[in-house]
């Protein structure tokens, strides 16, 4: 049988596992970070209609630079965005990808802070740019000056910041957002993919893009939007930015039918974002409950909790398996990360735990 090492493979890919997460058939999947709650019908009956009116003309192309959508977006995302201000592709990792293509690949590097979300690495080594793994603070957090280190040691040309930060949940000060412009030749993103289930008072680096035209913010309608199935993700940026992905991006990569659907679930936002409070009085109850049973647990301004086991987590993980709750082990030593999902899931897992 032949194997990937059987076939001429870049060197650098040899041996490499790809991403992904266990998907199990079991009572409670908390291990994605995928709103739990399924669309309402009056949103499932608007994206019904939208994708329908487009299979008449299913032979023809897909507007290929998405206005429509990219309207709605910068409508959504309010802070004085136009159309020209986003662009969006098939999930944000689409989109980080095509900043990587842009303006990374060979020769050139990229930097995050870890732990973080474990795309960023394996994207940036698909577009052949160096990775460098910088660390956060033992707490999770990172200061200006930590962040400012880094940047005089390696010179990146780009920079992922993420706030809230994936697997943590912890959210940036945007102090260190601004250090980071301050100092950064290359692009600096911002992943903003927990955006919506922020606490009060967090501020988005959306009120950053005046002025900074090497700021890209992150977003996506996979986790608050419920829309996990279907994988849209864009950005806000400068318009000359959205230019140079434009560049990179393949031709017709959003389909006419991935295009209605957004716009029908955009349309539809009131509705659909309806869950995010339920769903942030979740995270809390797991944070403050965890936390009376003595264990070390991260603060979280996303939809999912990073907690310390007290032992070996892969350990801890099987056990829960065991009871029918799936949650992630996101391979930190010791730690394991659980989804905020509807009451009776939390309950589950807190039984479970116990």
């Avoid at 992922?160 to 994936?166: A, R």
């Avoid at 400068?238 to 659907?261: F, G």
Wanted: charged content about 20%.
């Amino acid at each position: 049988m032949t194997t990937i090492d059987d076939l001429p493979i870049r060197d650098d890919l040899r041996g490499k596992t790809p991403y992904g997460a266990p998907q199990l058939d079991v009572a409670v999947r908390l291990n994605t970070n995928e709103n739990s709650y399924p669309l309402p019908d009056a949103v499932v009956d608007a994206i019904a209609k939208a994708v329908q009116a487009e299979l008449r003309d299913l032979n023809r192309y897909p507007d290929r630079d998405a206005v429509a959508l990219r309207t709605d977006l910068a409508d959504y995302l309010g802070h004085g965005l136009t159309s020209a201000n986003t662009w969006a592709a098939n999930g944000s990792n689409e989109v980080q990808q095509q900043l990587l293509q842009a303006f990374a690949g060979p020769g050139r590097t990229a930097l995050g802070f870890g732990p973080s979300y474990s795309m960023h690495p394996l994207l940036a080594q698909g577009t052949g740019s160096r990775w460098v793994g910088a660390l956060r603070d033992p707490d999770f957090g990172l200061t200006p000056a930590a962040a400012l280190a880094q940047i005089e040691e390696h010179d990146p040309d780009l920079i992922f910041l993420c706030s809230p930060n994936n697997p943590t949940g912890t959210a940036l000060d945007p102090e260190v957002v601004t250090a980071v412009l301050g100092a950064a030749r290359g692009m600096v993103v911002v992943d903003e993919a927990y955006a919506e289930f922020a606490r009060p008072g967090t501020p988005s680096a959306l009120a950053l893009l005046p002025g900074h035209p090497r700021l890209v913010v992150s977003r996506t309608m996979s986790k608050a939007f419920g829309f996990a199935g279907g994988r849209l993700g864009y950005l806000a940026a400068d318009p000359a930015v959205v230019d140079a992905v434009q560049l990179v991006r393949l031709p017709y990569h959003l389909s006419a039918l991935t295009q209605a659907a957004a716009r029908a679930a955009l349309s539809q936002r009131a509705a659909l974002l309806d869950t995010v409070e339920v769903i942030k009085q979740q995270r809390d109850r797991i944070v403050t409950t965890l936390r009376e049973r003595g264990l070390r647990v991260a603060d979280s301004d996303a939809n999912f909790v990073l907690f310390e086991v007290g032992g070996d987590q892969k350990i801890a993980w099987q056990r829960l398996l065991d009871r029918g709750v799936l949650i992630r082990d996101v391979g930190l030593p010791g730690w394991l990360r659980v989804t905020a999902g509807t009451p009776a899931e939390t309950d589950a897992f807190l039984e479970a735990l116990q």
